[in-house]
């Protein structure tokens, strides 16, 4: 007998508290200096919660723009917010909160510039991709041209071209917990008007749901609180592409509110994963290896296959 929505969403968030109990305790409760300790608990805390919101975000993309082939970093919101955030250095010196504004600003300048193009194209998913990689390659060239001059000003400043926790700073908390109660207000209001619009517009509109609000209002969350994510912890690409593809394949349905809170804890092990790995494990041979590199290797792939795969199915 197959298990109702409430019964799966326990189980779902059973599995998770389950894993942070194990994280806790093989990763956490074994460290002795009190300020190691306190370092430790926000580099977890931030892995966790920045791969969750990405993960999220990656449902909200593509199941308001029905494109399983999109992300936060094929559209480009992550480059064009990394542009930004190196911008306001070099404007405003830094800061705490401006950064983020400025990413945010950034994020969804490049997020709507893609859509623009790929809907004068065609509005295809390869469209989507192809006006995507054409953004994303503009930004993160000015991104890098900039992290030479920002560097300067902040010497951590070639961290966010790759993404890394490294700089797991309690003054982040606030500006983390954003993005995460963004998320979770779209999941609450966006869920279902999402499952309609996967469906159809004219549905949509049948059951009661406005499709274009419903499809601004879900691009802007996800557009949002990525780009927040990024100008706190830099690149973090595939893991928005990589995770609803999971839970899709775990779950065995396309049922957003089953869907978002499993592609949140998917996301949150992929991120937590690759920065683990590279703390214990290639640390001990080459340093610490930034997780947004981890993170790329892995996505890279899974995007290539699953582009294939979409490829195959039209031509068939």
Do not use: W
């Not at 401006?98 to 193009?117: N, Y």
């Not at 797991?168 to 606030?174: H, R």
């Amino acid at each position: 007998m197959s298990l109702t929505k409430p019964s799966l969403l326990i189980t779902i968030l059973v599995f998770y508290l389950l894993i942070l109990s194990f994280i806790y305790a093989l990763d956490y409760a074994s460290i002795q200096p009190e300020v190691l300790r306190e370092y430790r608990a926000y580099r977890i805390a931030y892995a966790l919660i920045a791969g969750g919101i990405l993960g999220a975000c990656g449902v909200f993309l593509q199941s308001s723009l029905r494109n399983p082939l999109v992300d936060h970093y094929v559209l480009g919101i992550g480059s064009g917010a990394l542009f930004a955030f190196y911008l306001s250095y070099l404007v405003f010196r830094g800061g705490v909160a401006l950064p983020s504004i400025m990413s945010i600003a950034g994020g969804l300048l490049s997020l709507f510039l893609t859509i623009g193009v790929a809907e004068r194209i065609s509005g295809s998913d390869v469209s989507y991709v192809l006006s995507g990689l054409a953004i994303n390659s503009l930004f993160s060239g000015f991104s890098m041209m900039l992290s030479y001059i920002v560097v300067k000003v902040n010497p951590y400043a070639s961290f966010y071209l790759v993404g890394s926790f490294v700089l797991a700073t309690k003054d982040k908390l606030p500006l983390l917990i954003l993005p995460l109660a963004l998320v979770v207000t779209g999941y609450i209001f966006l869920a279902k008007p999402l499952n309609a619009i996967m469906i159809g517009d004219l549905h949509a509109k049948q059951v009661g749901y406005d499709p274009r609000l419903t499809r601004l209002a879900s691009v802007i969350v996800g557009g949002v609180a990525s780009s927040i994510v990024v100008s706190l912890f830099g690149l973090l690409g595939f893991i928005g592409l990589v995770s609803p593809h999971i839970s899709r394949l775990l779950l065995r349905t396309g049922d957003n509110r089953l869907v978002i809170p499993a592609s949140f804890a998917i996301g949150s092990m992929v991120v937590y994963s690759t920065d683990l790995l590279s703390r214990k494990l290639l640390a001990s041979f080459v340093g610490e290896v930034p997780a947004g590199a981890i993170a790329s290797m892995i996505g890279a792939p899974f995007f290539l296959i699953v582009l294939l795969t979409r490829l195959k199915g039209r031509a068939s």
